[in-house]
Every structure is written in C-alpha cells, then in structure tokens.
C-alpha cells in the first residue's frame, strides 16, 4: 500500500525555534507539496517541488523554506517559529505523466504548537 | 482569489437522508476535480473525482455533479450514515497543475 509518512504526529515548540517537518513517500512520485490547515481558511499551499532539488513558493511561504535532497523526501523548515504558525501541517504527493490521476496522497498530518 | 469556494462551513444532516455538499469555481480552465473527505487528526483521502467531459460520476452511495455553465459541482451522499461525518474538501485542477482546494464543509450525521 503506498504511504506518505510524516515524522511526528503531534509536536510543541517554543518561539523562535527552528523547526523541521520530515515526509517521506515510497510511491516514487515527482511532485511533493507541503499545506497547513487551519479552521475556514481550508488547504493552504506552504509549498511544494516538482521533483528533486526543485522548490516553488505556494500561497502562504512567509516564514517558512523546503529541502528536496533526495526524491523521496521533502522537509518543511519554520526558521523562526511563531505563535500563529500553530497549524496542522500536511505533506502530500502525486505522480506526474499520462495515465495517471490527478489527485494527492496525504500523510497523516503533523499538528503543531508554537508556545 | 479565491477560485475554489465551499460557502457552507458546516451541514447537519439525519442519518438515512441525503447529504449534498456544494462547491462553486470561477476558473473555466479547471478541467478535473475532485474531493476529499477528512477525519480529525488525519490525513484527507480521496473520495471521488470528475472530469470536465463528464458531468456525472458515481461511486456507491457518492455521486458528484458537474454543472460546467454554472461553474458548480456538487457531491451527494445517500444514505448519509454516521461515519461519513467529517470535513470535505473539493478540488480543481487545470491541464494536470497542482490541485487548488476549496475552505472544506464539515459534515455532521445524526443517528
């Protein structure tokens, strides 16, 4: 069964730590994209790669980069974490090419608190 | 912008009956769409999806609607059963670009 994995589940940081969300996916997919959520504002793009070392700003990048290192992996740093980054964060990814759907697959999600 | 828009927050429906969750675009180069439904503390999962050529898709007690002049989609559930209680998302996608989804409408069956 194909995965995304998102390293932790629940996190609790402290203002103005540095940050690391890790997703690992095993589906040999290209695109991998990095959402927050939050409630009546939906799935908001942080950002996302279309394949490795490749990084594009989404909707909302302020306060956050990305690493693509390895095709499998694509991290989401908070450089200085803040308070209104409190968020769920979720890590997706899909296979590019003909034949293919269009839809993501989701890791689970990592709930995040910035104290 | 907003291009894709769920303008119902929340739907209460009773257990048996029909739920209809709405969703309205405003990119006529949004080809493929699909939803999402997702529980608390996870991740969404693909529900059912449509393409532009078609304007209906059925999947066992789920049915999306696409109504491409009106730039509305809807999807139905029937009957609506307890379990489906969570937040749907629709989506839309042009020429196989990144998925843009809609503020999710957080559905809530009563036995």
């Known amino acids: 069964d194909v995965k995304v994995t998102q390293s932790s589940r629940y996190l609790v940081k402290r203002t103005g730590e540095k940050v690391f969300l890790e997703c690992v996916q095993d589906m040999d997919h290209e695109n991998m994209f990095w959402y927050r959520q939050d409630p009546g504002l939906g799935l908001r793009l942080i950002y996302f790669s279309y394949d490795v070392k490749m990084k594009e700003k989404g909707d909302i990048p302020e306060g956050y980069s990305v690493s693509r290192e390895k095709k499998e992996r694509f991290s989401l740093i908070l450089e200085s974490a803040s308070t209104n980054q409190t968020s769920m964060y979720l890590c997706?990814?899909?296979?590019?090419?003909?034949?293919?759907?269009?839809?993501?697959?989701f890791g689970s999600g990592t709930r995040l608190t910035v104290v | 912008d907003q291009q894709v828009k769920q303008n119902s927050p929340s739907l209460s429906v009773q257990e048996g009956r029909i739920s209809i969750l709405n969703c309205d675009y405003t990119?006529?180069?949004?080809?493929?769409f699909l939803w999402y439904k997702k529980y608390p503390a996870e991740g969404p999962t693909f529900l059912i999806s449509?393409?532009?050529?078609?304007d209906k898709n059925e999947d066992g007690r789920f049915t999306v609607f696409l109504n491409k002049s009106a730039k509305h989609l809807s999807l139905h559930i029937v009957p609506s059963q307890p379990g489906d209680s969570a937040v749907y998302f629709c989506?839309?996608?042009?020429?196989?670009?990144?998925?843009?989804f809609g503020q999710g409408t957080e559905l809530s069956v009563k036995p």
């Open positions: 989506a839309a996608s042009a020429q196989g670009g990144k998925l843009i």
């Open positions: 997706a990814s899909r296979r590019t090419g003909t034949g293919f759907p269009y839809g993501y697959t």
């Open positions: 990119n006529s180069m949004f080809d493929y």
């Open positions: 449509i393409s532009s050529i078609k």
